[in-house]
C-alpha cells in the first residue's frame, strides 16, 4: 500500500487542500481529508510536497509527440507524453496513409499496448479516413478521396476491432452511412466524430444514430457552405454548439493561434466545462513555419506552412486554457481528463480520483508544472 499525503488532491467537484491518497495494486484505495484518514504503518509514504495531485491527463487526439510517431514508434511516442503527466492517450492515425500502412500501423501500436510506457496507450482515434479533403493539414496526401467501398473499408475496421475509440467522419460525404453502420457493427461501444468538414447541423444531426458525440477540433478545419449574400450558413461548430450532448475538442496552444481567445470562451460559455475537451493534435514536423509565427515553438507547419497540429502537451494546454480564458485548476482538470474520458467510455476506470479508479495520477504546481507523475501506483520518469 502507498500514502500519498502532504496534497492538494484535486477533485471532480473542489479541492482538498490537506489530502490523502492511499494506493492498494495499482488502484485508489480510499481519498480524503488528513485527519479523516488513519493511514495503515507499514505502507510506502509519497510526500506531495503540498503539490497540487490530480487524474493523469488523458489526451484522446496525439498523433505523436518529441521526435517520435505513434505509427513508427508508439513507445517512444507515449514514454514523451507520459512525462508530461498523460497517463492515456489515444494514438491518432491519419487519412494519409493507404490500407497496408494503417494495417502495418495498427500492429505496431497493439505490440506497444500494455509494456513499458505504452500501458498509457489507452486505444487508437481515426482522424479520417472519410472526412472532407478541402480541409485539414497536408491534403495532397489524402489516400482516401474517392469512392467508399467496403473492400476498403471492412478490412481497415475488422483489424481495428475495439482497439479503436473514435472515428472522425465528415457527415456530408456520399456513401458515408454504409461505413459508419459497419464500424458501428464491428465495434459497437466506438465514438463518431464530425471531423474535416463543412456539414451542417441537419447533416450531422441525420448521422446521431450512429453515435456521434464528439467534434474534432472545434473551429479548426471546418467550412460552412454558403446560402445567400449576407447570410451566414451554419457549419460543424455550430453544429457542435446546437447539440447539448456533443463534445468540443479545443487546440489551446500558448498564442491562440488555432482557436483565438475570444473563440475559445466562446465555446466554453455556450458547451460550459462539461463538454469541452483539451487536446493536444500533437505532431511531429520539421517543416518551416510561415515567417511571421517562426518564434512559436508549440506548433506544427506542413509543407505548405499551414497549421499542422501541435507541439503541445496536456500540461502545457491546462496552463494555456486558464491563461485565455476564466478557468481555474479544477476545471483544466475537468477539460484535461474527466471529460476525454467521459466521452469515449473509459471513465469507470480513470479520468477523476475515486476509490476503485487506477491510480493514474499527477503532481503539478500552480501553474501546471509536472514534478511527479504516477501511472498505475507506480511513479515514472
Same mark, same amino acid.
Given at each position: 500500500m502507498i500514502c500519498i499525503k502532504n496534497a492538494k488532491v484535486v477533485l471532480e467537484h473542489g479541492i482538498l487542500f490537506d489530502g490523502v491518497i492511499l494506493i492498494d495494486n495499482g488502484r485508489i484505495a480510499e481519498v480524503g481529508d488528513a485527519r479523516d484518514i488513519p493511514v495503515p504503518h507499514d505502507c510506502e509514504t509519497v510526500d506531495a510536497g503540498g503539490c497540487y495531485v490530480g487524474p493523469g491527463f488523458v489526451d484522446i487526439h496525439c498523433h505523436g509527440g518529441g521526435d517520435s510517431m505513434f505509427h513508427t514508434d508508439p513507445t517512444g511516442a507515449a514514454a514523451h507524453f507520459l512525462a508530461h503527466g498523460e497517463t492515456t492517450v489515444l494514438a491518432t492515425l491519419y487519412y494519409d496513409f493507404d490500407l497496408p500502412d494503417l494495417i502495418d500501423s495498427i500492429g505496431r501500436i497493439e505490440a506497444a499496448m500494455g509494456v513499458g510506457a505504452g500501458r498509457a496507450i489507452g486505444g487508437i482515434y481515426m482522424e479520417g479516413p472519410y472526412m472532407n479533403p478541402k480541409y485539414g493539414a497536408s491534403p495532397e496526401k489524402n489516400k482516401w478521396?474517392?469512392?467508399?467501398?467496403?473492400?476498403?473499408?471492412?478490412?481497415?475496421?475488422?483489424?481495428?476491432?475495439?482497439?479503436?475509440?473514435?472515428?472522425?467522419?465528415? !457527415? #456530408?460525404?456520399?456513401?458515408?452511412?454504409?461505413?459508419?453502420?459497419? $464500424?458501428?457493427?464491428? =465495434? &459497437? /461501444?466506438?465514438?463518431?466524430? +464530425?471531423?474535416?468538414?463543412?456539414?451542417?447541423?441537419?447533416?450531422?444531426?441525420?448521422?446521431?444514430?450512429?453515435?456521434?458525440?464528439?467534434?474534432?477540433?472545434?473551429?479548426?478545419?471546418?467550412?460552412?457552405?454558403?446560402?445567400?449574400?449576407?447570410?451566414?450558413?451554419?457549419?460543424?461548430?455550430?453544429?457542435?454548439?446546437?447539440? !447539448? #450532448?456533443?463534445?468540443?475538442?479545443?487546440?489551446?496552444?500558448?498564442? $491562440?493561434?488555432?482557436? =483565438? &481567445? /475570444?473563440?475559445?470562451?466562446? +465555446?466554453?460559455?455556450?458547451?460550459?466545462?462539461?463538454?469541452?475537451?483539451?487536446?493536444?493534435?500533437?505532431?511531429?514536423?520539421?517543416?518551416?513555419?510561415?515567417?511571421?509565427?517562426?518564434?512559436?515553438?508549440?506548433?506544427?507547419?506542413?509543407?505548405q506552412s499551414n497549421l499542422s497540429g501541435s507541439r503541445l502537451t496536456m500540461d502545457m494546454a491546462c496552463r494555456n486554457i486558464m491563461r485565455h480564458t476564466t478557468c481555474g485548476i479544477c476545471e483544466a482538470f475537468l477539460l484535461g481528463a474527466r471529460n476525454p474520458a467521459r466521452a469515449v467510455g473509459m471513465d469507470d476506470e480513470i479520468g477523476t480520483i475515486e476509490a476503485g479508479k487506477r491510480a493514474n495520477l499527477v503532481f503539478v504546481d500552480d501553474i501546471f508544472n509536472v514534478k511527479k507523475v504516477m501511472l498505475d501506483g507506480e511513479i515514472v520518469g
Open positions: 478521396r474517392g469512392e467508399i467501398a467496403a473492400e476498403r473499408y471492412a478490412p481497415l475496421a475488422d483489424r481495428l476491432g475495439d482497439l479503436v475509440k473514435v472515428w472522425a467522419v465528415a !457527415p #456530408e460525404r456520399e456513401g458515408l452511412e454504409p461505413f459508419m453502420a459497419y $464500424a458501428k457493427k464491428t =465495434n &459497437p /461501444e466506438v465514438v463518431f466524430a +464530425v471531423g474535416h468538414s463543412e456539414a451542417s447541423p441537419k447533416q450531422v444531426a441525420r448521422l446521431k444514430k450512429y453515435g456521434i458525440r464528439l467534434q474534432t477540433h472545434s473551429m479548426n478545419a471546418t467550412g460552412r457552405v454558403p446560402l445567400w449574400l449576407g447570410t451566414r450558413a451554419c457549419g460543424p461548430d455550430e453544429a457542435c454548439m446546437l447539440d !447539448p #450532448e456533443m463534445y468540443a475538442e479545443l487546440i489551446s496552444d500558448s498564442l $491562440a493561434v488555432h482557436v =483565438n &481567445p /475570444e473563440l475559445q470562451r466562446l +465555446v466554453l460559455k455556450n458547451k460550459g466545462v462539461d463538454r469541452v475537451i483539451l487536446i493536444s493534435d500533437s505532431f511531429v514536423s520539421h517543416e518551416a513555419p510561415p515567417p511571421d509565427l517562426a518564434h512559436v515553438t508549440d506548433l506544427s507547419f506542413d509543407a
